[in-house]
């Protein structure tokens, strides 16, 4: 089945580091992928779609300097949270869908601490 | 009215117990619906699709009402292993657009 992985799995670092986080679709292509940011005992916020080749879509109120995306290859996109703060401490986990009206698989998320 | 609703429990059954969960979604053009697991601190799992006609995998039964824009969930013969929070999970516009998910309903079954 379709695969999604994400790297790296835990993050803890300094305030005012910036961070990457990879997410890859290993059996398929993905033109489209999700990023998405989940607080404890809250549900998933979708953050922005993620496209190949252009420009990612971001959510009202999600600052697109701040969570910058880049989706360079049809199996790769990238999440950087620049400048790090606590409040940025949540867990991100991204997704892509196999073909049109296919379910998202879900990579396994990161789960970023910022001290 | 948030997009997706969920009723969000708990819901606490003993183990062997029937157990079902709706969700009401608010657009009526949605195209694709789905039922995912998460466990506590991991990731989303696929549980099943939702099909208009009703479908099935094993213990687990999902039903559509396109008309109520209404979806259900029902666990027979519960396991412990099926304590998680399940996200009813909307495709609101079809394609590769964004998914809408529910808050999600959590199950905790004891022995």
């Known amino acids: 089945g379709a695969v999604v992985s994400q790297h790296p799995s835990w993050v803890i670092c300094k305030s005012g580091t910036s961070v990457k986080i990879e997410c890859r679709s290993l059996?398929?292509?993905?033109?489209?992928m999700f990023w998405y940011r989940q607080f404890p005992k809250q549900s998933l916020m979708l953050m922005a779609t993620s496209n190949e080749g252009s420009k990612a879509t971001y959510e009202q109120g999600v600052e697109k300097d701040k969570f910058l995306i880049n989706h360079a290859s049809l199996t790769l996109s990238t999440l950087t949270v620049t400048s790090a703060h606590p409040e940025d401490s949540s867990f991100y986990i991204c997704s892509a869908g196999a073909g049109a009206n296919q379910p998202q698989h879900f990579g396994d998320g990161t789960r970023l601490s910022i001290l | 009215r948030k997009e997706v609703e969920q009723d969000p429990g708990p819901f606490n059954v003993p183990e062997g117990a029937t157990v079902a969960f709706n969700c009401t979604y608010s657009?009526?053009?949605?195209?694709?619906f789905f039922w995912y697991r998460q466990d506590c601190r991991k990731e989303p799992k696929l549980l099943m699709s939702v099909y208009s006609s009703g479908n099935e995998d094993g213990r687990f039964t999902a039903q559509l009402n396109r008309a109520s824009q209404y979806i259900s969930l029902l666990i027979r013969d519960s396991k412990l292993s099926d304590s998680a929070t399940y996200l009813c999970v909307v495709n609101p516009s079809g394609g590769y657009n964004k998914l809408i998910f529910g808050a999600g309903t959590r199950l905790a079954v004891h022995p």
């Open positions: 059996d398929f292509q993905a033109t489209t």
């Open positions: 657009n009526s053009a949605s195209q694709s």
